[in-house]
């Protein structure tokens, strides 16, 4: 069993960052594809990034792109989301995710099996 923790949400200022970790532990953290999704009030929970397991060919929604990085440190078993140039429409609860398949989608829910407790992110305008 893989247990994650997400941790640094918090209110900002439009224009402003933040950086998410989220800490793995109970298993081989370098065996897991790791991902970022995010659920704003009253939307479905949508894909942000993930990023392999080897820390290669990270991938992003469009919306993100050039403002969030996705990075891993494997060493220390924790995933991070750096997020630069918020927006309001950024605020939601992110959630990372961990995933140990080698098939279907890393771009949707299904591909995870392991979820945090989520993290609340705000940006006011």
């Known amino acids: 069993q893989l247990q994650l923790v997400e941790s640094g949400g918090g209110l900002v200022q439009a224009g402003g960052s933040l950086r998410l970790s989220c800490a793995a532990s109970?298993?081989?953290?370098?065996?897991?594809?790791m991902g970022w999704f995010r659920q704003a009030p009253g939307k479905e929970r949508e894909f942000v990034a993930y990023?392999?397991?080897?820390?290669?060919?990270?991938s992003y929604t469009n919306s993100v792109k050039g403002r969030f990085t996705i990075s891993r440190d494997n060493a220390k078993n924790t995933v991070y989301l750096q997020m630069n140039s918020l927006k309001p429409e950024d605020t939601a609860v992110y959630y990372c995710?961990?995933?140990?398949?080698?098939?279907?989608?890393?771009?949707?829910?299904?591909?995870?099996?392991?979820w945090g407790q989520g993290a609340q992110v705000t940006v006011s305008s």
């Open positions: 109970g298993h081989t953290f370098s065996s897991y594809t």
């Open positions: 995710a961990a995933s140990q398949n080698y098939y279907s989608d890393p771009l949707t829910m299904g591909y995870y099996n392991y």
């Open positions: 990023i392999r397991r080897s820390g290669g060919s990270p």
